[in-house]
């Protein structure tokens, strides 16, 4: 990888900023399993004011954050409906199931990420012996393989209400909730109002080094924060990598709508080209999904050719390819990335191999 390499595989792969450097080189620490590192303790306090939520928990990771929230709202047998495109079911090993016999209950996610809520409604458990109890819906804002799509404020509200009338919670995998406040210009909070637990991620488009948060009431955030502990999350001295955290949340959030601008750039650009299927005006933040629709070059072929040419990108399946901007991914980057493109698609898969890593 060289200096001009245009790496478009995540937003996890951003450096810190000079800022968050600092902070964290200035960082006050202490013991965070004892409760006393004012770092953390002031990142846990300004993310729950943000998200206005009573309480937050710093943890290591969005995979983290989600199974620590599944944990304490679910119990051995208990059923959780969530979408079968959703990372929780997708990417996560399936660790609610595998560590804490939480027994998943996947729907259909429509192309924008959503889920039905009458199909959501019409699948909740009737209180039966033969059935375990639905105890939670999940769902996913942005939501990663629908492209990056933004589930809408009054969608937000209506699981939420639906979750509430049958006696269950509901949990926003949230990792990239930062870029669907900023895309439709809403506070984060409001599309947490009805939510009863989020995990938000602080190492994507923000992009600090490590570290998500989960937000929600006391006493969850009281059993998610015993939970991250049996989950071997318990850190010490980790205002070090909150600090990050804290510039993250305060100076990184607007920015975001560079990444998007970019995106849609890159996605208007593809649409131009020959073999490549998108709809540019379903990119509405980061993630650019496309379609490779040629028989003489496949989405590693592609990636591998793209490779040569110091862009980096992810084949997601047999047909399918992801790109992601980042504050490191500049306007004539994407210039750059499209040009490429042209190139590696002109000629086709001579020259190209297809030694590249699958993502998901
Ligand atoms: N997504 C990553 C990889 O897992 C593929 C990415 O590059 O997009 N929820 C959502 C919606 C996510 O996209 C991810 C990570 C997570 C949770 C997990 O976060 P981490 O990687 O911090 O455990």
Redesign the pocket.
């Known amino acids: 990888m060289t200096n001009n390499t245009i790496d478009l595989?995540?937003?996890?792969v951003t450096q810190p900023t000079e800022a968050m450097r600092k902070a964290m080189a200035a960082a006050p620490v202490g013991d965070d399993v004892y409760g006393e590192d004012p770092t953390v303790n002031r990142l846990e306090a300004m993310t729950a004011d943000l998200l206005e939520k009573e309480a937050a928990v710093f943890v290591?990771?969005?995979?983290?954050?989600?199974l620590a929230s599944l944990l304490s709202h679910c119990g051995r047998g208990d059923e959780m409906i969530l979408g079968d495109q959703?990372?929780?079911f997708l990417?996560?090993q399936g660790g609610s199931a595998g560590l804490g016999g939480v027994h998943p209950r996947p729907m259909p996610t429509a192309p924008d990420g959503t889920l039905d809520l009458q199909m959501v409604a019409s699948s909740i458990r009737a209180d039966d012996e033969h059935y375990p109890r639905t105890r939670l819906l999940a769902i996913?804002n942005?939501?990663?393989?629908s492209g990056g799509r933004c589930l809408p404020v009054e969608y937000m509200d209506a699981a939420g209400k639906l979750a509430h009338s049958r006696d269950m919670k509901l949990h926003v995998?949230?990792?990239?909730l930062w870029n669907a406040a900023v895309a439709l210009n809403v506070a984060p909070a409001r599309l947490l109002k009805e939510a009863d637990s989020a995990?938000l991620?602080l190492?994507?488009g923000l992009g600090a080094p490590v570290?998500?948060v989960i937000v929600g009431d006391s006493d969850f955030v009281k059993r998610a924060r015993r939970m991250r502990k049996i989950l071997g999350g318990g850190t010490r001295q980790a205002g070090i990598i909150a600090a990050a955290g804290i510039v993250a949340i305060t100076e990184m959030i607007e920015r975001l709508a560079d990444d998007h601008a970019n995106a849609h750039k890159l996605a208007q650009g593809l649409a131009q080209l020959d073999g490549i299927n998108i709809d540019p005006e379903t990119v509405e933040t980061d993630?650019v999904i496309f379609e490779l629709c040629r028989d003489d070059i496949t989405p590693a072929q592609l990636s591998a050719g793209l490779r040569e040419l110091g862009v980096l990108l992810?084949p997601i399946d047999s047909t399918h390819l992801?790109a992601?901007t980042n504050l490191h991914v500049t306007s004539t980057d994407i210039e750059r990335t499209l040009d490429a493109f042209a190139q590696v698609l002109h000629s086709g898969s001579d020259g190209a191999g297809d030694g590249v890593r699958v993502?998901?």
């Open positions: 595989r995540s937003d996890t290591s990771s969005g995979t983290m954050g989600n959703a990372h929780i990417s996560e996913e942005t939501h990663n393989r995998d949230g990792a990239r995990s991620c190492s994507k570290g998500s993630i992810s992801r992601v993502y998901g």
